[in-house]
């Protein structure tokens, strides 16, 4: 069993997040604008695992996850984000 953590975007991913996802995840951190997060809480990754597989989730929605041959793919699931 791995258990998953939390922690804020724009800071290192702890070393439980797999090199394959960190790219990405440092991907869509340049993609978020001050704008978007000015006067708001400092949004947080949550890392999990499913059958084996790591996926980071942005409190926006945002998912970083691995895809059948190891790659790292995001997608964004509208319904989970804050605002």
């Not at 978007?36 to 926006?60: K, N």
Request: glycine share 6%; proline share 8%.
């Amino acid at each position: 069993m791995q258990l998953g953590t939390r922690w804020d975007a724009f800071a290192t991913p702890p070393t439980a997040v797999p090199d394959a996802l960190r790219a990405q995840i440092a991907a869509v951190e340049r993609l978020l604008s001050n704008d978007q997060i000015d006067h708001q809480p400092t949004p947080r990754w949550t890392l999990t695992w499913l059958e084996g597989r790591p996926i980071a989730e942005l409190d926006s929605g945002v998912i970083v996850s691995l895809d059948a041959d190891g790659q790292a793919v995001v997608r964004h699931d509208p319904e989970d984000e804050f605002g």
